[in-house]
Nanobody
Framework: QVQLVESGGGLVQAGGSLRLSCAASGRIFSRYAMGWFRQAPGKEREFVAGISWSGGSRTYYGDSVKGRFTISRDNAKNTVYLQMNSLKPEDTAVYHC???????????????????WGQGTQVTVSS
């Protein structure tokens, strides 16, 4: 059974940084793309960043976070990270990591491509 557990959220002032982690278990982590999404109150879920399976070496970002956020993975730790810099109040949301059911994919900003979701971690950016 695939499980995803996020951590690292919290309260930070505008301009600050946070690093989110998502620990995965239940299958061979390196074979699967991973993604980060976020959802703010009253808004639809938004794609933040994606990374291909280990052999693909590709990363993707939503337009609102390009140049500020960086996604990475550590296959030895079965963990994907989201480094968030220059945070803005509009980045406030619950951040979820997600994983597809099919291996060896390059990743996608389409949430329908993802089968497994973590419970989320709250990020609050104060002005």
């Amino acid at each position: 059974q695939v499980q995803l557990v996020e951590s690292g959220g919290g309260l930070v002032q505008a301009g600050g940084s946070l690093r989110l982690s998502c620990a995965a278990s239940g299958r061979i982590f390196s074979r699967y793309a991973m993604g980060w999404f976020r959802q703010a109150p009253g808004k639809e879920r938004e794609f933040v960043a994606g990374i291909s399976w280990s052999g693909g070496s590709r990363t993707y970002y939503g337009d609102s976070v390009k140049g500020r956020f960086t996604i990475s993975r550590d296959n030895a730790k079965n963990t994907v990270y989201l480094q968030m810099n220059s945070l803005k109040p509009e980045d406030t949301a619950v951040y979820h990591c997600a994983a597809p059911a099919i291996a060896y994919r390059l990743g996608s900003p389409d949430e329908d491509e993802y089968e497994y979701w973590g419970q989320g971690t709250q990020v609050t950016v104060s002005s």
